[in-house]
């Protein structure tokens, strides 16, 4: 595989079950490389005006918001994001970009 060739998101097993492992936010990896889904709450946080809460991000990628049990899994996935160099979380809670 030529090395200028984008990763694919790569799965993975955690306790016996497939995953879609997040990778590190580092020099040449490229947005291409995580799932769809984390690609979609990226760009969603990258064209807001400043911070969002996961409310606001929820409400454009088409999470019920209204129901706390359907807004916990996006803010698992932002705080993933934060957690491998995506995104920043600030002390109030919401998220933006690193860059």
């Known amino acids: 595989m030529p090395t200028n ?4 998101p790569m799965p993975g097993q955690v ?3 497939a995953v879609m492992l997040i990778p590190h936010r580092t020099a040449g990896v490229e947005e291409a490389t995580l799932p769809p889904d984390y690609q979609r709450i990226l760009a969603t946080v990258r064209q807001t005006a400043g911070p969002v809460m996961a409310r606001e991000v929820g409400e454009v990628v088409g999470v019920d918001v209204t129901v706390k049990a359907k807004l916990e899994p996006l ?3 932002l705080v993933r994001l934060v957690d491998h160099g995506w995104l920043r979380k600030l ?3 919401r998220f933006t970009t690193s860059l």
């Open 15 to 17: 306790g016996g079950q």
């Open 91 to 93: 002390p109030d809670g």
């Open 5 to 8: 060739a984008p990763r694919l």
């Open 75 to 77: 803010r698992s996935k």
